[in-house]
């Protein structure tokens, strides 16, 4: 009895838990997805009406997501997207060796993720949609007063909400951005406003496009614009240009500024090709870059391809400005149509790119005779500096007093390959808003990026040894997503003998500073004969012979 008892306990507990599991599994194999107003935003989802479109089946067991592709009447909805075989009218078709599986499609969406990326992602998904056509799995309209509205006991999947409100009569354009999200659980989006957008990005040290780069003043830099041309379809014409401000401390890398533009797979020397009866224009001045994109007619089959990216690339130099900045900032501003009843309204948008450059401060102190550092300053050094076997040229000039070596990329009457360590009384100054502090033996350099500087000792102070083999500065940084400068690293070497020594290497990223300390061993007398010394015991010993003799001569009289 108790054994049955036992089994029977044992089937309750069973039958609870798979009680459990079912009802765990029917909590997740659902969702929602809530569309809000943004915050900061005059967009609201108030009488707006969106269509919702599944673009892959997700299945999740825990945290773990898998993906498959929706079908229907047994016919694959989404594979053409990817791997059709007319790829010239797909803005995202994978690209490669490819096996045309799901995998593949996932990768290729995973490697594009960047806000314009995705932007751009979803007006060609979009424009697929309507092509095949593919209808949607649900729609629903907001009340005129509504904060938010809610697609409520959706199916796992990636979906597409579309905001296709009829804007017939509308005083602005309100038509919301294409929004994608996940749905595994319930989800919220913000209403994406209708503002088109732009990214500029800069080649970094690492030969890839990222929002800042470090540079020697005197470098070259590759700038890039990236945006898409924009749905427009509530308009007769549409405005769309891009201006782009250099910062002064950069100027364009030739006298004429070779500003490619590129739509797609076309580039700007080949405009036939570019679209269908409209043009730009490219204009610059001084330090800015206007492309105007007017005339786009939508109303026929002269216009742009909507979703096809822009991108627009142009080389900078940096010299340095009057203030002798460590930061120079690039905005390229993006101005387009907002409102289809009023032609010459416009809206706007921008997006920055970074340039760093930073500043050493190299001191020269006295070891002692057993190789140790010591607090004594030497003055009489002098260095030349390389960079990628290169020798570097420096303008010494002097700012608020401080003598400053700023460098130059190529030599003029005015600079110099040889730095000579400061000599005077120390200075306290300030040099664009920061305090600097000079003294004797110390060397103060502007315009560094990262990379490695050999320093070459020529001359040593007066009483100390020149060292044997150069020292070497390496200079490392990390910028954030957004440009920032986050890290600035910096480590030294040297590999001669005892010399000389390299000592307190260190750097603040906030002060865009770095500092080393390259230490003189003092010269030793050599050993020498025939000086003074040896005279000097010749005398003694004479005088000491001659006072023998009369001591002798004086002893033989007494006894005589």
């Not at 054994?3 to 306990?9: D, E, W």
């Not at 000086?531 to 006894?559: C, D, E, P, Q, S």
């Amino acid at each position: 009895m108790k054994k049955a008892r036992r089994i029977l306990s044992v089937l309750m507990c069973a039958l609870l838990l798979m009680g459990t599991m079912t009802v765990a599994s029917f909590a997740d194999s659902t969702g929602s997805i809530t569309i809000k107003n943004p915050e900061g935003s005059t967009a609201t989802v108030a009488g707006k009406t969106f269509e919702l479109y599944k673009i892959f089946e997700v299945k999740t067991k825990g945290d773990a997501i898998s993906y498959d592709w929706v079908m229907k009447d047994g016919v694959n909805l989404f594979y053409d997207f990817f791997f059709g075989t007319n790829t010239t009218e797909k803005p995202y078709p994978v690209t490669g060796e490819s096996s045309g599986t799901i995998n593949d499609a996932l990768a290729y969406i995973n490697s594009h993720d960047s806000a314009i990326q995705v932007s751009n992602m979803a007006e060609a998904l979009h424009q697929y949609i309507n092509d095949k056509p593919i209808a949607y799995v649900g729609t629903i309209t907001a009340g005129t007063d509504a904060t938010s509205v809610t697609f409520e006991n959706l199916p796992l999947g990636y979906y597409m909400v579309y905001d296709a409100s009829d804007l017939s009569g509308s005083t602005s354009a309100v038509r919301s951005a294409i929004m994608i999200t996940n749905v595994h659980s319930d989800r919220t989006v913000s209403l994406k406003a209708n503002r088109p957008q732009i990214e500029k990005t800069v080649l970094n040290n690492s030969n890839t496009f990222a929002k800042a780069t470090s540079s020697d003043i005197g470098d070259v830099i590759t700038f890039k614009l990236n945006t898409v041309v924009p749905s427009h379809t509530m308009y007769d014409t549409y405005k769309y240009s891009i201006v782009d401000t250099m910062d002064e401390g950069l100027v364009f890398a030739n006298d004429t500024p070779n500003v490619t533009v590129k739509i797609g797979d076309v580039g700007s020397n080949d405009k036939t090709e570019l679209k269908k009866g409209t043009d730009y224009t490219v204009s610059v001045d001084d330090h800015t870059i206007t492309i105007d994109f007017d005339g786009i007619d939508a109303k026929t089959d002269n216009k742009y391809p909507v979703g096809k990216e822009i991108e627009v690339t142009y080389d900078a130099k940096l010299v340095g400005n009057s203030s002798y900045a460590n930061q120079y900032t690039n905005a390229a501003e993006l101005i387009y149509s907002n409102d289809p009843t009023a032609p010459d309204s416009t809206g706007s948008t921008a997006s920055q790119a970074y340039v760093y450059t930073y500043q050493l401060e190299l001191s020269k102190f006295a070891e002692d005779n057993k190789g140790n550092p010591t607090a004594e300053r030497l003055a009489g050094a002098e260095f030349e500096i390389s960079k990628n076997g290169h020798k570097l040229a420096f303008d010494k000039v002097i700012i608020n007093n401080i003598p400053v070596y700023v460098f130059v990329p190529a030599s003029t009457e005015s600079s110099t390959s040889t730095l000579e360590v400061y000599s005077g009384e120390t200075i306290d100054n300030t040099i664009a808003g920061k305090t600097y502090k000079i003294e004797k033996g110390d060397i103060l350099i502007w315009g560094l990026g990262e990379g490695e500087y050999v320093f070459t000792e020529t001359k040593a102070p007066d009483g100390f040894v020149l060292p044997d083999e150069p020292f070497t500065i390496t200079v490392t940084d990390i910028m954030g997503p957004s440009g920032a400068l986050t890290s600035l690293d910096v480590v030294g070497s040297y590999t001669g003998t005892n010399v000389g020594s390299l000592h307190n290497v260190r750097s603040v990223y906030t002060d865009y500073m770095i500092w080393a300390e390259f230490n003189n061993q003092p010269g030793t007398a050599l050993p020498e004969t025939g000086g003074m010394g040896t005279a000097l015991f010749t005398i003694i010993g004479l005088v000491l012979m001659a006072g023998a003799v009369a001591y002798m001569a004086m002893r033989k009289r007494r006894t005589a």
